[in-house]
């Protein structure tokens, strides 16, 4: 049954492999398709440097194993006591479609047979090494996958030591009967009965060497040989460094020794001409312990200073909350206003600790010292003052605040307006006042969260650094 499975969903994960690359490519004319064709290829090609682990690969899993030979297991024994199995492998990947295992796997491996002209028996343990090259269609599959299908061949040996069940639990050898009956003794020639024959029933123990029992005559043979195994299964991705694979390893031995049934046995125990050959269907976990950890991938809002938007926060402790605060790291203490900017009562545009005249004429532009300038000043060239183009140079600022013709002062609604005109957030600006406010941030931050603002976190950081530069 989990052959069938396996077989299942290979022949699954192929039909949706196609069926995915072919649905991706638009039905459209040949260059669209051409270009749909490159974009997965390229889309392939980088999921595939992202995913493919080249470190060794752990792997732990168990299994039933089936026989195929001399003896038909017509009786069909228990997998989970009689063909059970474990492996352990370790996989190290050379390219994303490329790749080499090696596993060993050890278990039981029993067959019985009974029937009117044939009853046979046999049970081994068996130990399989083998290493393959694997191939696991990277090059043709679509990125973004969980479910690998997978393909190997190569070279294993193997090892065994087959016991027959010939006795029952008292020592007393099976005569099989052709009434289906197990008897103590044999069966006349003419087929009559023979009652001193006592009836027995099989112990299913696998008492008898039969190498040693040399019931063919065929001496002490080599329990070693040499195995050719296939593999297919299927890789179900669980976390960037586990797995799970189910498979199934068909190995054709070059031995036809396994079950000590051969061409050479005698009459009643003779074999046919091919090789034995067995299967071993398992699921096992995989795990990847020697790759480092990669780093934590990086959020499009891990940059975003959410904090600052925390309507407790005081960054520079002048009273104001971050959010309502247009003038950050304002010394602690210091007079400030409602909008956490310090006092400037004659509005010259320099705080009043630092201004050297207060009450300056609002006519007048002023140096940074808060001291008004007038034309005499402004005029003459042996003075402190210089020409209003050169008072730019001194004090770069001032152009922010005064306009470019003498005399000439800008408000804070022109200064406002030309702000909004020319920064990249007025398309945050709601009212149109050409300020943006935290109601108008906090909108912002919802609508590029619900993905209705086409920006990126770059614009939302900036965002908030000029709602607080403002």
Known sequence: MLNRLVLILVITSFGFCSYAQESDAPAV???????????????????????????????????VFNYFGEVN?????????NNYGFQASVIKNFSPSFGIRFDVAYGKMTARERS???????????????????????????????????????????????????????????NYWNDGTLRSLAQPADGSNEPSAEILRADYVYETDLRKANLDSLGTYKQFALALP?????????????????????????????????????????????????????ISYHFDFFSPKKDKKTSQFDDMEFEAMDEKTDSDGDGVPDVKDYCADTPSGGMVDGKGCPVDSDADGVDDPTDEEPGTDASLNVNKEGVGLTDDMIGSQDSLATIRSKMFIVYPDMEEVYGT?????????QLMTEVKNDSPYAMVDLNNNGSISVEEVYAAIDKFFDGELDVNASYMTGLIDFFFEQ
Not at 36 to 63: C, F, V
Not at 166 to 174: H, I, P
Not at 241 to 263: M, P, V
């Open 29 to 63: 004319d040949s260059e669209s398709k051409a270009a749909a064709k490159d974009s997965i290829r390229s889309a392939r090609k980088a999921w595939n440097k992202e995913n493919t682990i080249y470190k060794p690969i752990i792997g732990l899993g168990a299994g």
């Open 73 to 81: 297991n017509n009786e069909r024994t228990n997998p989970l006591v």
């Open 116 to 174: 009117v002209e044939s009853n046979r028996n046999f049970s081994t343990d068996i130990v399989a090494f083998n290493v393959h090259a694997t191939y696991n269609f990277a090059s043709i599959l679509p990125p973004n996958r969980f479910l690998n299908p997978f393909i190997s061949v190569g070279v294993g040996a193997i090892n065994f030591d087959a016991k027959g069940d010939l006795k029952d639990e008292n020592g007393v050898a099976y």
């Open 230 to 282: 296939f593999t297919f299964g299927l890789h179900f991705k669980v976390s960037p460094r586990s797995a799970i694979q189910l498979s199934s390893t068909f190995s054709y031995a070059f031995t036809d020794l396994i079950d000590n049934y051969t061409r050479d046995g005698i009459e009643g125990r003779k074999g046919n001409k091919a090789n034995d050959m067995f299967l071993f269907t398992s």
């Open 405 to 413: 013709v003498k005399g000439e002062r800008l408000t804070k609604e």
